[in-house]
């Protein structure tokens, strides 16, 4: 193969290989060296653009580590010349596309570090590429920190131009129990734009202070669990927008009631009964028509050990039905006044608990049948996220933090910007 087409090969621009040398050791290539040197004998001045440049001093050699070559290390041997412009004066050296000022390591090396490290870890990517682990980290943190940037003011920007826009806002755990912080995200764009530190009424009104482009959006709608104070944030920052309760946590109430009812029950059953409503308790939360022929006749026997169990479960589907099969809002409105009717008169002390919080939703939680979007994307981010810091350890870096959270979850547009930053 000549070559200039293996300087094609390993994305080399502007030079052409003079030698190729294979470092051995007891049989083996431990690394390649290839030599290379510019098409070009002189570069422009910088500082004046012109081309009067004499070269100066003796040439010297520096080692750029570059992809590898199989499994193979592969070292460029570049040339290090010294120009002096004959107009100005001005000394510099001829620079390389490929590498940066005074890098030992190309920018496609640099590349290759970010890509292994956004899906695994640091120290995994330093481990395959054999670069000490601050290097990789820095090389690692470097592009993250440009993609992201570049990443959040393309969402960001998508956002406000939205014609349609809607808003999902949850909540996820740093720590659980202690440190919480709050996703802003565009639904229909499928995108994050935006992370809150804390979920607080007063820490939501700090954080749109402190990001004006956020608080400038006209959502049409915002869906949200049935947390008061992200209601409230809602109605002060985005008052035109319907407010949406999040179709999955206003199923979660019903199902917590079915449960205590199951818990209830299980204390006077004997211990046989107890055992087999405990173990096959899961198919009490899962839609009926998920379920297998086996599942239903063991569903049965459970709902068989009390009429309020059965009272509950039957609730739980027909909230279902009504989400699914509900025409319109008028139609609803009717469907769930009914709903609330039929509940209220199996006079179940936990199914009363859960349609008291149904009535006092009852208008963001039938405005769902003029927006019909749930939150089932924003709890998948939310997840990757998790994945995040497992992986990373729980950066303390919040930057650094919030950089990897809008990668992970933007990717496709993430990818796209990394592609243009390494053109």
Same mark, same amino acid.
């Given at each position: 193969?000549?070559?200039?087409?293996?300087?094609?090969?390993? #994305?080399?621009?502007?030079?052409?290989?003079?030698?190729?040398?294979?470092?051995?050791?007891?049989?083996? =290539?431990?690394?390649?060296?290839?030599?290379?040197?510019?098409?070009?004998?002189?570069?422009?001045?910088?500082?004046?653009?012109?081309?009067?440049?004499?070269?100066?001093?003796?040439?010297?050699?520096?080692?750029?580590?570059?992809?590898?070559?199989?499994?193979?290390?592969?070292?460029?041997?570049?040339?290090?010349?010294?120009?002096?412009?004959?107009?100005?004066? /001005?000394?510099?050296?001829?620079?390389? @596309?490929?590498?940066?000022?005074?890098?030992?390591?190309?920018?496609? %090396?640099?590349?290759?570090?970010?890509?292994?490290?956004? #899906?695994?870890?640091?120290?995994?990517?330093?481990?395959?590429?054999?670069?000490?682990?601050?290097?990789?980290?820095?090389?690692?943190?470097?592009?993250?920190?440009?993609?992201?940037?570049?990443?959040?003011?393309?969402?960001? /920007?998508? /956002?406000?131009?939205?014609?349609?826009? =809607?808003?999902?806002?949850?909540?996820?755990?740093?720590?659980?129990?202690?440190?919480?912080?709050?996703?802003?995200?565009?639904?229909?764009?499928?995108?994050?734009?935006?992370? /809150?530190?804390?979920?607080?009424?007063?820490?939501?009104?700090?954080?749109?202070?402190?990001?004006?482009?956020?608080?400038?959006?006209?959502?049409?709608?915002?869906?949200?669990?049935?947390?008061?104070?992200?209601?409230?944030?809602?109605?002060?920052?985005?008052?035109?927008?319907?407010?949406?309760?999040?179709?999955?946590?206003?199923?979660?109430?019903?199902?917590?009631?079915?449960?205590?009812?199951?818990?209830?029950?299980?204390?006077?059953?004997?211990?046989?009964?107890?055992?087999?409503?405990?173990?096959?308790?899961?198919?009490?939360?899962?839609?009926?028509?998920?379920?297998?022929?086996?599942?239903?006749?063991?569903?049965?026997?459970?709902?068989?050990?009390?009429?309020?169990?059965?009272?509950?479960?039957?609730? @739980?589907?027909?909230?279902?039905?009504?989400?699914?099969?509900?025409?319109?809002?008028?139609?609803?409105?009717?469907?769930?006044?009914?709903?609330?009717?039929?509940?209220?008169?199996?006079?179940?002390?936990?199914?009363? =608990?859960?349609?008291?919080? %149904?009535?006092?939703?009852?208008?963001?939680?039938?405005?769902?049948?003029?927006?019909?979007?749930?939150?089932?994307?924003?709890?998948?981010?939310?997840?990757?996220?998790?994945?995040?810091?497992?992986?990373?350890?729980?950066?303390?870096?919040?930057?650094?933090?919030?950089?990897?959270?809008?990668?992970?979850?933007?990717?496709?547009?993430?990818?796209?910007? %990394?592609?243009?930053?390494?053109?």
């Amino acid at each position: 193969m000549p070559l200039q087409d293996i300087a094609k090969i390993l #994305g080399l621009q502007g030079v052409y290989i003079r030698d190729i040398h294979y470092i051995r050791s007891a049989e083996e =290539i431990v690394e390649v060296q290839v030599k290379v040197a510019p098409l070009e004998r002189i570069q422009k001045c910088p500082c004046c653009n012109c081309n009067e440049v004499n070269r100066k001093g003796i040439e010297s050699n520096k080692k750029i580590s570059h992809l590898n070559i199989g499994l193979v290390p592969c070292v460029l041997i570049v040339p290090s010349i010294k120009l002096k412009c004959k107009r100005c004066e /001005a000394c510099y050296v001829f620079t390389y @596309k490929f590498v940066e000022g005074k890098e030992r390591y190309t920018k496609t %090396f640099k590349a290759n570090i970010y890509k292994i490290a956004i #899906g695994s870890t640091i120290e995994h990517s330093a481990y395959l590429t054999g670069t000490p682990y601050s290097t990789a980290e820095r090389f690692f943190k470097e592009i993250a920190q440009k993609v992201a940037e570049s990443t959040l003011e393309q969402v960001q /920007a998508k /956002a406000l131009g939205s014609n349609k826009l =809607i808003l999902g806002i949850d909540d996820f755990a740093i720590r659980k129990g202690h440190n919480y912080n709050t996703g802003i995200h565009d639904i229909r764009g499928e995108s994050l734009i935006g992370i /809150a530190e804390g979920r607080t009424l007063l820490e939501l009104r700090d954080y749109m202070k402190g990001n004006p482009q956020i608080a400038s959006l006209k959502p049409f709608a915002v869906v949200v669990d049935l947390a008061r104070g992200y209601h409230t944030f809602a109605a002060e920052f985005f008052p035109e927008a319907i407010r949406v309760a999040d179709r999955f946590h206003v199923n979660g109430y019903i199902i917590d009631a079915l449960n205590e009812i199951r818990r209830r029950v299980g204390k006077s059953l004997n211990s046989v009964d107890r055992t087999t409503l405990n173990r096959h308790r899961h198919l009490l939360n899962k839609r009926n028509e998920d379920l297998s022929a086996e599942q239903r006749e063991k569903l049965a026997i459970l709902l068989a050990y009390s009429k309020e169990l059965a009272y509950a479960y039957d609730l @739980k589907e027909q909230l279902i039905d009504w989400y699914d099969c509900s025409i319109d809002y008028k139609s609803a409105f009717s469907g769930f006044r009914r709903w609330l009717d039929r509940g209220h008169s199996f006079g179940v002390p936990e199914i009363e =608990i859960a349609l008291s919080t %149904f009535e006092n939703w009852q208008t963001e939680i039938l405005n769902y049948h003029k927006c019909r979007f749930t939150n089932g994307v924003v709890e998948g981010r939310n997840g990757k996220i998790k994945a995040i810091q497992r992986r990373h350890f729980f950066l303390r870096n919040r930057l650094f933090y919030e950089a990897l959270c809008f990668i992970e979850c933007n990717q496709e547009l993430a990818r796209e910007q %990394f592609r243009l930053l390494f053109a």
